[in-house]
Protein backbone atom coordinates (compact mmCIF):
# COMPACT_ATOMS: atom_id res chain seq x y z
CA UNK A 1 0.00 0.00 0.00
CA UNK A 2 2.53 2.53 1.21
CA UNK A 3 6.09 1.97 -0.18
CA UNK A 4 8.67 4.86 1.06
CA UNK A 5 12.25 4.62 -0.44
CA UNK A 6 15.25 6.94 0.78
CA UNK A 7 13.90 9.34 2.03
CA UNK A 8 15.18 12.53 2.92
CA UNK A 9 13.98 15.79 3.99
CA UNK A 10 16.02 18.84 5.88
CA UNK A 11 14.07 22.18 7.63
CA UNK A 12 16.76 24.82 7.07
CA UNK A 13 19.88 22.89 8.86
CA UNK A 14 18.05 20.23 10.78
CA UNK A 15 17.82 16.89 9.61
CA UNK A 16 14.69 15.29 10.23
CA UNK A 17 14.04 12.56 8.01
CA UNK A 18 18.01 10.50 6.91
CA UNK A 19 17.10 7.81 3.61
CA UNK A 20 13.64 6.29 5.59
CA UNK A 21 12.44 2.87 4.08
CA UNK A 22 9.14 2.26 4.74
CA UNK A 23 7.10 -0.78 3.12
CA UNK A 24 4.28 -1.15 4.53
CA UNK A 25 1.59 -3.96 2.79
CA UNK A 26 -0.29 -5.82 5.10
CA UNK A 27 -3.82 -4.78 6.65
CA UNK A 28 -3.97 -4.07 10.23
CA UNK A 29 -2.70 -1.12 12.51
CA UNK A 30 0.94 -0.01 12.46
CA UNK A 31 2.52 2.22 15.12
CA UNK A 32 5.19 4.74 14.37
CA UNK A 33 7.31 5.61 17.65
CA UNK A 34 9.93 7.68 18.77
CA UNK A 35 11.20 10.06 21.18
CA UNK A 36 9.64 13.63 20.46
CA UNK A 37 11.27 15.15 17.38
CA UNK A 38 12.34 12.03 15.95
CA UNK A 39 10.17 12.73 12.10
CA UNK A 40 7.32 11.00 13.09
CA UNK A 41 4.63 13.86 11.91
CA UNK A 42 7.05 14.49 9.25
CA UNK A 43 6.77 11.01 7.81
CA UNK A 44 3.01 10.88 8.13
CA UNK A 45 3.13 14.57 6.35
CA UNK A 46 5.05 13.21 3.66
CA UNK A 47 2.75 10.61 2.85
CA UNK A 48 -0.07 13.46 2.66
CA UNK A 49 1.89 15.52 0.40
CA UNK A 50 1.91 18.56 2.86
CA UNK A 51 5.52 18.15 3.22
CA UNK A 52 7.57 17.67 0.40
CA UNK A 53 10.71 15.45 0.75
CA UNK A 54 14.08 16.61 -0.60
CA UNK A 55 15.19 13.31 -1.84
CA UNK A 56 13.69 9.99 -2.30
CA UNK A 57 9.97 8.47 -3.56
CA UNK A 58 6.79 7.84 -1.72
CA UNK A 59 4.10 5.74 -3.53
CA UNK A 60 1.03 4.16 -2.44
CA UNK A 61 -0.98 1.84 -4.44
CA UNK A 62 2.23 1.60 -6.24
CA UNK A 63 1.97 5.16 -7.98
CA UNK A 64 4.36 8.08 -6.86
CA UNK A 65 2.55 10.98 -4.96
CA UNK A 66 4.48 13.52 -5.87
CA UNK A 67 2.64 16.71 -7.02
CA UNK A 68 -0.88 14.76 -6.93
CA UNK A 69 -3.69 15.03 -4.76
CA UNK A 70 -6.64 12.81 -5.92
CA UNK A 71 -4.68 9.73 -3.98
CA UNK A 72 -5.79 11.50 -1.26
CA UNK A 73 -9.75 10.59 -2.03
CA UNK A 74 -8.78 6.97 -0.43
CA UNK A 75 -6.97 8.67 2.80
CA UNK A 76 -8.12 10.13 5.92
CA UNK A 77 -5.94 12.09 8.18
CA UNK A 78 -6.21 13.05 12.05
CA UNK A 79 -4.09 15.67 12.43
CA UNK A 80 -2.48 16.19 15.88
CA UNK A 81 -3.66 19.06 17.04
CA UNK A 82 -6.96 20.31 15.48
CA UNK A 83 -7.13 23.60 13.77
CA UNK A 84 -10.29 24.48 12.73
CA UNK A 85 -11.42 27.73 11.45
CA UNK A 86 -13.20 29.15 14.07
CA UNK A 87 -15.88 31.13 12.40
CA UNK A 88 -17.95 27.81 11.51
CA UNK A 89 -20.03 25.44 13.62
CA UNK A 90 -19.52 22.00 14.08
CA UNK A 91 -22.36 20.87 11.56
CA UNK A 92 -21.01 23.81 9.41
CA UNK A 93 -17.55 21.91 9.11
CA UNK A 94 -18.71 18.41 8.80
CA UNK A 95 -21.07 19.13 6.01
CA UNK A 96 -18.07 21.15 3.75
CA UNK A 97 -15.84 18.18 4.03
CA UNK A 98 -18.83 15.85 3.07
CA UNK A 99 -19.21 18.09 -0.09
CA UNK A 100 -15.75 18.27 -0.77
CA UNK A 101 -15.27 14.71 -1.31
CA UNK A 102 -18.24 14.12 -2.18
CA UNK A 103 -18.35 10.25 -1.28
CA UNK A 104 -21.07 8.79 0.87
CA UNK A 105 -20.43 9.71 4.54
CA UNK A 106 -21.16 7.90 7.69
CA UNK A 107 -21.81 11.19 9.86
CA UNK A 108 -24.79 10.38 11.41
CA UNK A 109 -23.25 6.93 12.90
CA UNK A 110 -19.96 8.38 14.23
CA UNK A 111 -21.53 11.89 15.67
CA UNK A 112 -23.92 9.06 17.65
CA UNK A 113 -20.78 7.10 18.23
CA UNK A 114 -18.82 9.90 19.90
CA UNK A 115 -21.51 11.69 21.64
CA UNK A 116 -21.18 15.13 19.94
CA UNK A 117 -24.75 15.66 18.90
CA UNK A 118 -25.55 18.33 21.93
CA UNK A 119 -22.84 20.56 20.90
CA UNK A 120 -23.05 20.60 16.70
CA UNK A 121 -24.05 23.80 16.65
CA UNK A 122 -21.80 25.30 18.82
CA UNK A 123 -18.97 27.37 16.91
CA UNK A 124 -15.36 25.86 16.87
CA UNK A 125 -13.48 28.25 19.15
CA UNK A 126 -16.35 27.37 21.83
CA UNK A 127 -15.28 23.91 21.91
CA UNK A 128 -12.51 22.27 24.78
CA UNK A 129 -10.28 20.56 23.58
CA UNK A 130 -11.24 16.94 24.22
CA UNK A 131 -14.19 18.52 22.29
CA UNK A 132 -12.11 19.47 18.95
CA UNK A 133 -10.93 15.99 19.01
CA UNK A 134 -14.30 14.16 18.78
CA UNK A 135 -14.96 16.38 16.00
CA UNK A 136 -11.39 15.84 14.35
CA UNK A 137 -12.17 12.04 15.19
CA UNK A 138 -15.73 12.32 13.29
CA UNK A 139 -14.33 14.30 10.32
CA UNK A 140 -11.58 11.62 10.14
CA UNK A 141 -13.28 8.49 10.01
CA UNK A 142 -16.02 9.81 8.51
CA UNK A 143 -15.53 8.44 4.79
CA UNK A 144 -14.19 4.74 4.80
CA UNK A 145 -11.08 4.83 3.29
CA UNK A 146 -9.01 1.83 2.83
CA UNK A 147 -5.80 3.63 4.67
CA UNK A 148 -6.44 5.54 7.72
CA UNK A 149 -3.44 7.85 9.77
CA UNK A 150 -3.83 8.98 12.72
CA UNK A 151 -1.13 11.24 14.71
CA UNK A 152 -1.76 11.25 18.17
CA UNK A 153 -5.69 10.12 18.37
CA UNK A 154 -5.94 9.97 21.76
CA UNK A 155 -4.58 13.41 22.92
CA UNK A 156 -7.17 15.22 25.37
CA UNK A 157 -9.68 12.76 25.57
CA UNK A 158 -11.03 11.45 28.82
CA UNK A 159 -10.88 7.50 29.60
CA UNK A 160 -14.64 6.80 28.42
CA UNK A 161 -14.42 8.16 25.28
CA UNK A 162 -10.54 6.79 25.42
CA UNK A 163 -12.30 3.44 25.33
CA UNK A 164 -14.92 4.42 22.84
CA UNK A 165 -11.78 5.31 20.27
CA UNK A 166 -10.15 1.79 21.25
CA UNK A 167 -13.08 0.08 20.54
CA UNK A 168 -14.04 1.57 17.42
CA UNK A 169 -10.52 1.47 16.14
CA UNK A 170 -10.29 -2.29 16.76
CA UNK A 171 -13.36 -2.55 14.84
CA UNK A 172 -11.90 -0.61 11.63
CA UNK A 173 -9.12 -2.96 11.96
CA UNK A 174 -11.34 -5.71 11.50
CA UNK A 175 -12.94 -4.42 8.64
CA UNK A 176 -10.08 -4.46 6.67
CA UNK A 177 -8.34 -1.16 6.73
CA UNK A 178 -4.53 -0.11 7.07
CA UNK A 179 -4.25 2.40 10.37
CA UNK A 180 -1.02 4.19 11.19
CA UNK A 181 -1.13 5.35 14.45
CA UNK A 182 1.29 7.57 16.58
CA UNK A 183 0.95 8.07 20.06
CA UNK A 184 2.55 8.44 23.36
CA UNK A 185 0.37 6.47 25.37
CA UNK A 186 2.21 2.92 25.47
CA UNK A 187 -0.54 0.41 26.91
CA UNK A 188 -2.84 2.11 23.98
CA UNK A 189 0.33 1.14 21.12
CA UNK A 190 0.89 -2.20 23.01
CA UNK A 191 -2.99 -2.70 22.98
CA UNK A 192 -3.96 -2.11 19.57
CA UNK A 193 -0.77 -2.21 17.21
CA UNK A 194 0.44 -5.31 15.43
CA UNK A 195 3.36 -3.58 13.69
CA UNK A 196 6.10 -1.10 15.44
CA UNK A 197 7.83 1.04 14.00
CA UNK A 198 10.57 3.25 15.87
CA UNK A 199 11.94 5.97 14.39
CA UNK A 200 14.88 7.42 15.54
CA UNK A 201 17.25 10.22 14.21
CA UNK A 202 15.08 9.93 10.89
CA UNK A 203 15.52 6.61 10.37
CA UNK A 204 13.47 3.29 11.33
CA UNK A 205 15.55 2.12 14.31
CA UNK A 206 13.21 -1.12 15.06
CA UNK A 207 10.24 -2.68 12.73
CA UNK A 208 8.58 -5.71 14.08
CA UNK A 209 5.87 -6.61 16.56
CA UNK A 210 5.44 -6.37 19.77
CA UNK A 211 6.80 -9.49 20.66
CA UNK A 212 9.82 -9.20 19.02
CA UNK A 213 10.97 -5.56 20.58
CA UNK A 214 10.32 -7.53 23.79
CA UNK A 215 12.38 -10.67 22.58
CA UNK A 216 15.05 -8.35 21.24
CA UNK A 217 15.48 -6.14 24.50
CA UNK A 218 15.04 -8.73 26.33
CA UNK A 219 12.30 -6.78 28.38
CA UNK A 220 9.22 -8.47 29.72
CA UNK A 221 7.80 -4.87 29.91
CA UNK A 222 6.40 -2.69 26.60
CA UNK A 223 7.40 0.00 28.31
CA UNK A 224 10.56 -0.77 29.67
CA UNK A 225 11.65 -2.21 26.29
CA UNK A 226 11.04 0.79 24.58
CA UNK A 227 12.82 2.49 27.16
CA UNK A 228 16.18 0.25 26.56
CA UNK A 229 15.32 1.06 22.73
CA UNK A 230 16.07 4.20 23.31
CA UNK A 231 18.98 3.84 26.03
CA UNK A 232 21.06 1.90 24.24
CA UNK A 233 21.52 4.02 21.45
CA UNK A 234 23.30 6.30 24.14
CA UNK A 235 25.85 3.16 25.13
CA UNK B 1 -17.95 66.10 -3.11
CA UNK B 2 -20.04 65.29 -6.30
CA UNK B 3 -22.21 68.73 -5.01
CA UNK B 4 -19.33 70.42 -4.27
CA UNK B 5 -17.16 70.09 -7.47
CA UNK B 6 -20.64 70.19 -9.62
CA UNK B 7 -18.36 68.69 -12.21
CA UNK B 8 -17.66 65.19 -12.53
CA UNK B 9 -14.50 65.29 -14.23
CA UNK B 10 -13.14 67.27 -11.54
CA UNK B 11 -14.97 64.63 -9.21
CA UNK B 12 -12.33 62.14 -11.40
CA UNK B 13 -9.52 63.67 -10.38
CA UNK B 14 -9.77 64.34 -7.07
CA UNK B 15 -11.10 60.87 -6.76
CA UNK B 16 -7.99 59.38 -8.43
CA UNK B 17 -5.56 61.01 -6.07
CA UNK B 18 -7.41 58.68 -3.33
CA UNK B 19 -7.98 55.59 -5.20
CA UNK B 20 -4.33 55.08 -6.33
CA UNK B 21 -3.22 55.43 -3.00
CA UNK B 22 -5.87 53.83 -0.74
CA UNK B 23 -6.86 50.99 -3.56
CA UNK B 24 -3.12 49.38 -3.25
CA UNK B 25 -3.42 49.75 0.50
CA UNK B 26 -6.43 48.42 0.97
CA UNK B 27 -5.78 44.96 -1.40
CA UNK B 28 -2.53 44.51 0.35
CA UNK B 29 -3.27 44.62 4.00
CA UNK B 30 -6.46 42.42 3.31
CA UNK B 31 -4.92 39.86 1.19
CA UNK B 32 -2.04 39.72 4.00
CA UNK B 33 -4.47 39.32 6.85
CA UNK B 34 -6.86 37.09 4.71
CA UNK B 35 -3.79 34.33 4.20
CA UNK B 36 -3.14 34.28 7.84
CA UNK B 37 -6.01 34.36 9.06
CA UNK B 38 -7.54 31.01 7.26
CA UNK B 39 -3.99 29.31 7.89
CA UNK B 40 -5.97 26.84 9.79
CA UNK B 41 -8.49 26.33 6.60
CA UNK B 42 -5.75 25.60 4.63
CA UNK B 43 -4.24 23.17 7.12
CA UNK B 44 -7.59 21.27 6.65
CA UNK B 45 -7.94 21.20 3.33
CA UNK B 46 -4.60 20.20 2.32
CA UNK B 47 -5.01 17.04 4.00
CA UNK B 48 -8.30 16.71 1.34
CA UNK B 49 -8.55 15.53 -1.84
CA UNK B 50 -7.96 18.90 -3.57
CA UNK B 51 -5.01 20.31 -5.57
CA UNK B 52 -2.46 22.59 -3.70
CA UNK B 53 -2.91 25.41 -6.72
CA UNK B 54 -6.65 25.89 -6.67
CA UNK B 55 -6.69 25.80 -2.83
CA UNK B 56 -4.26 29.13 -3.04
CA UNK B 57 -5.52 30.65 -6.00
CA UNK B 58 -8.95 29.92 -4.75
CA UNK B 59 -8.54 31.83 -1.55
CA UNK B 60 -6.84 34.84 -3.72
CA UNK B 61 -9.21 35.00 -6.15
CA UNK B 62 -11.65 35.46 -2.94
CA UNK B 63 -9.92 38.02 -1.62
CA UNK B 64 -9.35 39.68 -4.75
CA UNK B 65 -12.87 39.75 -6.62
CA UNK B 66 -14.71 40.65 -3.16
CA UNK B 67 -12.73 43.94 -3.24
CA UNK B 68 -13.19 44.60 -6.68
CA UNK B 69 -16.89 44.25 -6.12
CA UNK B 70 -16.35 46.68 -3.16
CA UNK B 71 -14.62 49.19 -5.62
CA UNK B 72 -17.34 49.03 -8.33
CA UNK B 73 -20.19 48.83 -6.28
CA UNK B 74 -18.61 51.69 -4.00
CA UNK B 75 -17.84 53.99 -6.78
CA UNK B 76 -20.30 53.14 -9.09
CA UNK B 77 -23.40 53.41 -6.77
CA UNK B 78 -23.02 57.10 -6.04
CA UNK B 79 -21.72 58.58 -9.66
CA UNK B 80 -24.46 56.51 -11.41
CA UNK B 81 -26.84 58.51 -8.99
CA UNK B 82 -25.51 61.55 -10.04
CA UNK B 83 -26.73 61.25 -13.37
CA UNK B 84 -23.17 59.23 -15.29
CA UNK B 85 -24.40 57.95 -17.46
CA UNK B 86 -25.62 60.67 -19.24
CA UNK B 87 -22.32 62.76 -18.92
CA UNK B 88 -19.25 62.77 -21.26
CA UNK B 89 -17.11 61.84 -18.29
CA UNK B 90 -18.18 58.32 -18.29
CA UNK B 91 -14.70 56.92 -20.12
CA UNK B 92 -13.01 59.10 -17.58
CA UNK B 93 -14.81 57.15 -14.86
CA UNK B 94 -14.46 53.96 -16.37
CA UNK B 95 -11.08 53.90 -16.86
CA UNK B 96 -11.01 55.12 -13.48
CA UNK B 97 -12.58 51.65 -12.15
CA UNK B 98 -10.31 49.84 -14.70
CA UNK B 99 -7.17 50.79 -13.12
CA UNK B 100 -8.80 50.64 -9.55
CA UNK B 101 -9.30 46.61 -10.32
CA UNK B 102 -6.13 46.40 -11.46
CA UNK B 103 -4.58 47.72 -8.71
CA UNK B 104 -6.73 45.44 -6.68
CA UNK B 105 -5.82 42.52 -8.57
CA UNK B 106 -1.91 42.94 -8.07
CA UNK B 107 -1.55 44.48 -4.64
CA UNK B 108 -3.35 41.48 -3.05
CA UNK B 109 -1.36 38.89 -5.38
CA UNK B 110 1.84 40.83 -4.54
CA UNK B 111 0.44 40.50 -0.57
CA UNK B 112 -0.37 37.04 -0.88
CA UNK B 113 3.39 36.33 -2.55
CA UNK B 114 5.07 37.86 0.62
CA UNK B 115 2.93 36.17 3.11
CA UNK B 116 3.28 32.91 1.44
CA UNK B 117 7.47 33.57 1.80
CA UNK B 118 6.91 34.18 5.41
CA UNK B 119 5.78 32.67 7.98
CA UNK B 120 6.07 35.14 10.84
CA UNK B 121 2.63 37.33 10.84
CA UNK B 122 4.43 40.19 11.99
CA UNK B 123 7.35 40.58 9.57
CA UNK B 124 4.31 39.43 6.72
CA UNK B 125 2.14 42.40 7.33
CA UNK B 126 5.52 44.89 7.69
CA UNK B 127 7.40 43.75 4.64
CA UNK B 128 3.20 44.34 2.83
CA UNK B 129 3.42 47.79 4.22
CA UNK B 130 6.90 48.40 3.41
CA UNK B 131 6.38 47.01 -0.51
CA UNK B 132 2.67 49.76 -0.04
CA UNK B 133 4.59 52.47 0.97
CA UNK B 134 7.52 52.06 -1.64
CA UNK B 135 5.67 51.83 -4.36
CA UNK B 136 3.15 54.68 -3.99
CA UNK B 137 5.66 57.01 -2.26
CA UNK B 138 9.33 56.47 -2.11
CA UNK B 139 9.57 54.80 -5.77
CA UNK B 140 8.11 58.61 -6.80
CA UNK B 141 10.61 60.28 -4.76
CA UNK B 142 13.61 58.47 -6.02
CA UNK B 143 12.32 59.05 -9.23
CA UNK B 144 12.15 62.64 -9.44
CA UNK B 145 15.54 62.96 -7.71
CA UNK B 146 16.84 60.84 -10.42
CA UNK B 147 14.70 63.25 -13.01
CA UNK B 148 16.71 66.23 -10.96
CA UNK B 149 20.01 64.66 -10.47
CA UNK B 150 20.34 63.99 -14.40
CA UNK B 151 18.65 66.47 -15.64
CA UNK B 152 21.41 67.51 -18.16
CA UNK B 153 20.73 64.26 -20.02
CA UNK B 154 17.93 63.76 -22.23
CA UNK B 155 15.55 61.33 -19.77
CA UNK B 156 12.01 60.53 -21.91
CA UNK B 157 13.38 57.48 -22.31
CA UNK B 158 14.26 56.80 -18.84
CA UNK B 159 10.75 58.04 -17.17
CA UNK B 160 8.66 56.05 -19.59
CA UNK B 161 10.58 52.89 -18.52
CA UNK B 162 10.29 54.12 -14.74
CA UNK B 163 6.93 54.25 -15.34
CA UNK B 164 6.31 51.10 -16.46
CA UNK B 165 8.01 49.62 -13.50
CA UNK B 166 5.43 50.83 -11.12
CA UNK B 167 1.84 49.98 -11.88
CA UNK B 168 0.87 52.85 -9.31
CA UNK B 169 2.24 55.34 -11.40
CA UNK B 170 1.22 53.39 -14.75
CA UNK B 171 -2.36 53.58 -13.51
CA UNK B 172 -1.76 57.36 -12.37
CA UNK B 173 -0.73 58.08 -15.79
CA UNK B 174 -3.46 56.36 -17.68
CA UNK B 175 -6.14 58.15 -16.12
CA UNK B 176 -4.34 61.61 -16.33
CA UNK B 177 -3.87 60.88 -20.14
CA UNK B 178 -7.47 60.08 -20.48
CA UNK B 179 -8.37 63.27 -18.97
CA UNK B 180 -6.38 65.01 -21.05
CA UNK B 181 -5.10 67.54 -18.65
CA UNK B 182 -1.39 66.15 -19.76
CA UNK B 183 0.05 69.57 -20.08
CA UNK B 184 -0.15 69.53 -16.05
CA UNK B 185 2.51 66.62 -16.57
CA UNK B 186 5.91 69.12 -16.26
CA UNK B 187 8.10 68.94 -19.67
CA UNK B 188 8.01 65.12 -20.00
CA UNK B 189 4.49 65.48 -20.30
CA UNK B 190 4.52 65.73 -24.17
CA UNK B 191 6.75 62.40 -24.47
CA UNK B 192 3.95 60.85 -22.43
CA UNK B 193 1.10 61.95 -24.19
CA UNK B 194 2.82 60.59 -27.48
CA UNK B 195 3.88 57.46 -25.97
CA UNK B 196 1.02 56.66 -24.04
CA UNK B 197 -1.86 58.29 -26.33
CA UNK B 198 -0.83 55.97 -29.24
CA UNK B 199 -2.85 52.60 -29.70
CA UNK B 200 0.86 50.67 -28.92
CA UNK B 201 1.57 52.91 -25.70
CA UNK B 202 -2.03 52.10 -24.33
CA UNK B 203 -1.68 48.48 -25.26
CA UNK B 204 1.66 48.57 -24.00
CA UNK B 205 0.79 50.08 -20.52
CA UNK B 206 -2.61 47.51 -20.40
CA UNK B 207 -0.54 45.06 -21.00
CA UNK B 208 2.23 45.58 -18.58
CA UNK B 209 -0.92 45.84 -15.95
CA UNK B 210 -2.17 42.31 -16.48
CA UNK B 211 2.09 41.19 -16.18
CA UNK B 212 1.57 42.77 -12.88
CA UNK B 213 -1.22 40.24 -12.37
CA UNK B 214 -0.02 37.48 -13.72
CA UNK B 215 3.76 37.37 -12.62
CA UNK B 216 2.93 37.49 -8.96
CA UNK B 217 -0.28 34.92 -9.46
CA UNK B 218 2.81 32.29 -11.22
CA UNK B 219 5.09 32.82 -8.22
CA UNK B 220 2.01 31.77 -6.03
CA UNK B 221 1.64 28.52 -8.23
CA UNK B 222 5.11 28.03 -8.33
CA UNK B 223 5.93 28.31 -4.33
CA UNK B 224 3.10 26.82 -3.20
CA UNK B 225 4.06 23.20 -5.04
CA UNK B 226 7.22 23.34 -3.25
CA UNK B 227 5.93 25.06 0.47
CA UNK B 228 5.66 22.39 3.71
CA UNK B 229 3.00 22.98 5.63
Not at chain 1, 201 to 206: A, D, L, Q, R, T
Not at chain 2, 195 to 205: N, Y
Request: proline letters at 3%; hydrophobic letters at 50%.
Amino acid sequence: MVSIKNLHKKFGSQKVLDGLELEIKEKGIIAILGPNGSGKTTLIKSILGMVIPDKGTNKIDGKDIKNRWDYRQQLDYLPQIANFPGNLKVIELITMIKDLRGLPARDKELIDFFKIEHFLDKKLTKLSGGMKQKVNLVLCFMFDSPLIILDEPTSGLDPVSLLRLRKFIQQEKENGKTILITSHIMDFVEDVADRIIFLLEGKIYFDGTVNELKESTQEPDFEHAIAKLLTKEDV
Amino acid sequence: MLFLNNDLNTAVITLMNVIIMLVPLIGTIFGVMYYYNSREFTELLLAQPVKRSSIFLGQYFGVAISLSISLVLGLGIPFAAYGLFKSPAIWDFVMLLVTGLFLTLIFSALAFNIALSNENKIKGFGYAILLWLFLAVIYDGLFLLSLVYFQEYPLDKFSLVATMFNPIDLSRILILLKLDISALLSYTGAVFKQFFGTSFGSIASISMLVLWVVLPLLRIAYVVRKKDF
